[in-house]
């Protein structure tokens, strides 16, 4: 490295040390973790692992094998007795480290997890996966950066930084081609070498972070919420910490297999991959954590209103020395790191020959913790919308029976049918709204149209449809388009539906496969909707009844002193779960619902 690129960095760790820490007293912001880890990795490559207080080499498996002969309470002795210690983001001494290096003349690169489309011509564009040079860090929320020769904002959120800085250009030749290529290609496959190093020494150092940061939350807060029982119930423990010392045992198992596969001669021949899919089925408990998280966050919430209880969490971050961080802040970081894997295992995968013995196994775990963390970003995303659902039911008029999320957590599809009843063969126009586990369908106001009246609802898990042919129906004695019947099996009831057009009807059948699909695959995963989530977001829903909508909240001005134009007026959304995917397809289902039975104040 040249000596002033070393000067940048020696600026780096006094701008770590000296901000970070104060930065985090002050804030309660755990969002920037991703980015601050890449860039501590960073420092790390380049020489400077005492910033982050690295792990001595052989510390972790010391400690590992220590669990093997000793109590739970020995198992970090090495680490405490080195001096290590989790490191969390503090916001303004990353921005700060981060602008060091980039006034010093160093490119500083940043891969896109997410498109970024954009109508605005002051902001930057990309697609999942671009390489962005960060040009200015200055903002907390939206920097500036450069993609090809197009400038412009780009949000923060949407990126990682990468690793291996000093990765050469996909397009670079190779240089001499008359006599030294043979020498440029060992200089080229020693290069990838270093830069898989320096992945598998992120992933292992990531790894003990995130062990010691487990530990702390299992002894310092479960271990000492249950000498509390004056306090705390059993179920509260429950749903505040999850299932997180179950995470906790399986990690270490997890973090042992790790050390042992890593070769400490040849780091770039560790074999990693096969770790991770011999435990792929440990990491599906994650989505029982993740899926009561929401819980966790409820419950600490109406605790912490209770000034014992803060002063409790606080006396026991403090007795086990943590950061000033709460504990909310700590219960995410396991929905945050089940996520980080996917990324990770993709930039191991990028550096990793194919003729490499790990290539094929860090493909394999590639895949396979991809499906977990869409399986947990899946999930998140049906909880998020339970509050739409119990709000679309209190905007039903003359609502009968039981709530709809005792049994439905998903709209799977709506639309007008025709219902054709007995005995007459009267035909009656509905909104039909299909949900996993039964069909709701409602009567529109005959004035009023965007109100709907509740008529009734069908069992889904009891019913059979039938496909029928355009012609005469042989129950009723009437002639029929476009229609299917939903036959009960038990009772022998059947009913009736037509639709106007033909690929209106086989949109619904296709709905209808959906909806036993989503049923199964629920079973099967294990998701359900608690009874503590459903009663939370009935009285969400009751509460904006009577309050209505809220206004929207005026945005505060970036910048004082702007060195680029103008920031851009929208504010990128946070992400929690973070995955180098692209983003869903908005929904119009929701669209239409408001539509025909608007949330009415």
């Known amino acids: 490295m040249r000596p002033d690129g070393r000067q940048a960095l020696d600026a780096v760790v006094r701008t770590f040390h000296g901000h970070c820490e104060a930065d985090l007293r002050q804030r309660n912001d755990v969002i920037y973790c991703n980015q601050l880890e890449v860039l501590v990795s960073l420092c790390e490559v380049r020489g400077y692992g005492a910033c982050t207080g690295a792990m001595p080499d052989g510390a972790l498996d010391t400690a590992v094998r220590a669990d093997e002969v000793g109590s739970e309470e020995d198992l970090y002795d090495d680490l405490h007795s080195s001096g290590h210690h989790y490191s969390h983001p503090g916001g303004g001494g990353e921005q700060l480290a981060i602008n060091e290096l980039i006034s010093d003349g160093s490119v500083v690169c940043a891969e896109a997890l997410w498109d970024h489309v954009t109508m605005d011509d002051q902001e930057l564009g990309f697609k999942a996966g671009d390489v962005i040079e960060v040009m200015d860090a200055t903002n907390r929320e939206w920097w500036w950066g450069r993609v090809a020769d197009c400038e412009g904002w780009f949000p923060a959120s949407f990126v990682r930084l990468r690793v291996n800085q000093d990765e050469p250009a996909d397009d670079e030749a190779p240089r001499a081609r008359d006599g030294g290529a043979e020498d440029g290609g060992a200089e080229a496959q020693s290069s990838k070498d270093q830069m898989r190093t320096n992945v598998i020494n992120e992933i292992l150092s990531t790894e003990r972070d995130y062990i010691k940061h487990l530990r702390d939350i299992c002894e310092g807060y479960v271990r000492q919420c249950r000498k509390r029982a004056d306090m705390f119930s059993e179920e509260q423990l429950r749903t505040i910490f999850g299932n997180i010392e179950d995470i906790y045992r399986c990690q270490k198992a997890f973090v042992k297999a790790l050390e042992q596969r890593f070769n400490r001669e040849r780091p770039h021949l560790s074999e990693l991959g096969a770790c991770f899919l011999e435990h792929q089925a440990d990491f599906q408990i994650y989505s029982e954590y993740c899926n009561n998280h929401p819980n966790a966050c409820v419950e600490l919430s109406r605790l912490t209103k209770l000034s014992k209880y803060v002063y409790f969490f606080e006396a026991c971050r403090l007795l086990q020395k943590m950061i000033d961080i709460s504990l909310d802040g700590f219960l995410l970081t396991p929905v945050q790191k089940i996520c980080k894997y996917p990324l990770q295992l993709a930039e191991l995968l990028k550096y990793t020959h194919p003729q490499h013995r790990d290539f094929k196994d860090v493909e394999a775990a590639l895949h396979a913790m991809k499906n977990v963390a869409q399986l947990i970003n899946e999930r998140k995303r049906r909880l998020e919308n339970i509050d739409k659902i119990a709000q679309w039911q209190s905007s039903i008029e003359d609502w009968e029976g039981e709530d709809l999320l005792v049994r439905s957590s998903e709209l799977i599809y709506s639309g007008e049918l025709t219902?054709?009843?007995?005995?007459?063969?009267?035909?009656?126009?509905?909104?039909?709204?299909?949900?996993?586990?039964?069909?709701?369908?409602?009567?529109?106001?005959?004035?009023?149209?965007?109100?709907?009246?509740?008529?009734?609802?069908?069992?889904?898990?009891?019913?059979?449809?039938?496909?029928?042919?355009?012609?005469?129906?042989?129950?009723?004695?009437?002639?029929?388009?476009?229609?299917?019947?939903?036959?009960?099996?038990?009772?022998?009831?059947?009913?009736?539906?037509?639709?106007?057009?033909?690929?209106?009807?086989?949109?619904?059948?296709?709905?209808?496969?959906?909806?036993?699909?989503?049923?199964?695959?629920?079973?099967?995963?294990?998701?359900?909707?608690?009874?503590?989530?459903?009663?939370?977001?009935?009285?969400?829903?009751?509460?904006?009844?009577?309050?209505?909508?809220?206004?929207a909240v005026g945005r505060p001005c970036y910048l004082t002193r702007q060195k680029h134009p103008a920031l851009p007026s929208s504010r990128p959304q946070q992400q929690v779960l973070v995955l180098a995917e692209p983003r869903r397809k908005p929904s119009t289902f929701w669209h239409s619902i408001s539509r025909l039975a608007p949330f009415r104040k």
């Open 419 to 551: 219902r054709v009843t007995q005995p007459q063969a009267k035909s009656q126009q509905r909104m039909f709204f299909l949900f996993d586990h039964q069909l709701i369908y409602c009567k529109k106001d005959l004035l009023r149209r965007d109100v709907l009246y509740y008529k009734g609802r069908l069992d889904m898990d009891g019913l059979e449809v039938v496909d029928l042919e355009d012609g005469k129906d042989r129950d009723l004695h009437v002639s029929i388009k476009n229609a299917f019947r939903l036959h009960c099996g038990a009772t022998g009831d059947s009913h009736l539906l037509c639709t106007r057009k033909p690929e209106q009807k086989q949109r619904w059948l296709k709905a209808f496969a959906r909806e036993r699909e989503q049923v199964q695959l629920d079973q099967e995963t294990g998701f359900s909707i608690t009874e503590l989530q459903r009663k939370q977001a009935m009285l969400n829903a009751s509460k904006q009844q009577v309050t209505g909508k809220p206004k």
